[in-house]
């Protein structure tokens, strides 16, 4: 089994087997669970993950008849995903604007929209840019989310940002 989860998150997984004769014992056979998780006899890892990296374990079972068998998990922590950029331009009305939003950590591609509120006439965004003309004057406010997709896990961030428009001379 193979994970990827954000360090300084909770983070919990079940274990769990079949067959042989109930109740299970699960133990650490080889290896060590990444630092800050733990391995409970039930089966159940859980804790915080305090430091990234990729960290290979492996994990037996035994049942009531003192069967074993056991399986390799391999977790990979990374840093959390934070949208980096907190503050936009100023945007002048009827003058280009443009500003790529910045982030980092998760795992995998970065995946932007708009979660609330709507840009001013004239500004679209693409992929965590910001770009167009703006055509009116006024207040606006949107939130961001950025979504980074692993093979396994999703890791999400919000930003919230809030703006004023102003006029431009001619």
Same mark, same amino acid.
């Given at each position: ?34 630092? &800050? ?15 990234? &990296? ?12 003192? /069967?074993?068998?056991? $399986? ?21 009305? +009827? ?12 795992? +995998? ?25 703006? $055509? ?11 979504? /980074? ?18 006029? &431009?001379? $001619?």
């Amino acid at each position: 089994m193979q994970d990827v989860l954000s360090s300084k998150l909770e983070y919990f997984k079940n274990i769990t087997a079949k067959g042989g004769t109930q109740p299970y014992q699960f133990s650490l056979h080889s290896g060590s669970l990444p630092s &800050g998780l733990n391995l409970s006899n039930d089966g159940k890892i859980s804790g915080t993950p305090t430091e990234t &990296g990729k960290q290979t374990f492996t994990i037996q079972v035994t049942d009531n008849g003192h /069967r074993t068998e056991s $399986q390799v998990f391999e977790l990979e922590i990374v840093d959390p995903l934070v949208i980096t950029t907190n503050q936009l331009n100023d945007g002048i009305v +009827g003058t280009p604007f443009d500003q790529f939003l910045s982030a980092t950590g998760g795992f +995998g591609d970065y995946q932007w929209e708009i979660y609330s509120g709507t840009l001013p006439d004239g500004l679209t965004f693409k992929n965590g840019q910001i770009s167009g003309t703006p $055509q009116l004057f006024n207040l606006w406010r949107h939130c961001v989310f950025c979504k /980074r997709h692993g093979p396994f896990n999703s890791f999400r961030a919000g930003q919230r940002f809030g703006k004023k428009l102003c006029y &431009g001379w $001619q």
